[in-house]
């Protein structure tokens, strides 16, 4: 996949907005200044894709990107504490809303601060993810600010800080030195290339849903 022909589609801030899932989406989430628009920039090898906001939970829509076959959906930063009551009730609904959509998401990029444990809104939202059976990785931003010691030390401690963590691909990611990135494009692109070959191949890929 070519990440530099990634283009902006649109954006909404409302449920009624939200355009038809025609295409296999991938969900990048996280609480506001996880690092989330940085990963993106980083990720599609583009400086402004995302804008970096310096101001956290200012950004209240979901952000459509699309590369060849797959759609990325860039959601609202959650649990900024100086955010409005209004405005997070508002995130709620638009995030539900968007989940409860009925779309092709495939697979959620869940956002955690490296060095600190998961903050009470991350556990909510990886809760929801296991509740509702979305399939997910977690992945820890801002590696580049620890030692290895103390990538070692948060790694083991993630073990017991997240439900299910044994069962949960981690993948420590840095947007300054670009660790992480290959293997979250490996990610991606197994799932373009499923979707192709699903495309191409619609009644074999019946045949195999029905022998599983």
Do not use: C
């Not at 399939?135 to 030692?147: A, C, E, G, H, R």
């Not at 990538?151 to 401690?157: N, P, V």
């Amino acid at each position: 996949m070519n990440y530099n022909n990634v283009v902006f589609e649109t954006s909404f801030g409302r449920v009624s907005q939200l355009p038809g899932s025609d295409l296999v989406e991938l969900v990048f989430a996280g609480r506001s200044n996880v690092g989330k628009s940085s990963l993106i920039n980083k990720f599609f090898n583009r400086k402004n894709l995302a804008r970096v906001s310096s101001v956290p939970g200012k950004t209240q829509t979901i952000n459509f990107f699309r590369l060849e076959n797959v759609r990325f959906a860039d959601l609202p930063g959650y649990g900024y504490a100086k955010v409005a009551k209004g405005s997070k009730e508002k995130w709620g609904e638009l995030i539900e809303g968007y989940f409860n959509d009925d779309r092709r998401i495939e697979l959620v990029f869940q956002l955690i601060d490296m060095r600190h444990p998961p903050t009470k809104d991350d556990l909510q939202m990886v809760n929801y993810l296991i509740e509702n059976e979305f399939p997910f990785v977690v992945v820890l931003t801002k590696k580049d600010k620890l030692s290895p010691k103390q990538q070692r030390e948060r790694l083991e401690a993630l073990q017991t800080e997240l439900p299910y963590a044994d069962e949960i691909t981690m993948i420590p990611f840095s947007a300054m030195t670009g660790d992480g990135v290959e293997e979250l494009r490996r990610i991606v692109e197994d799932i373009a290339r499923l979707d192709l070959e699903q495309r191409e191949n619609p009644q074999r890929s019946a045949d195999e849903a029905d022998v599983q």
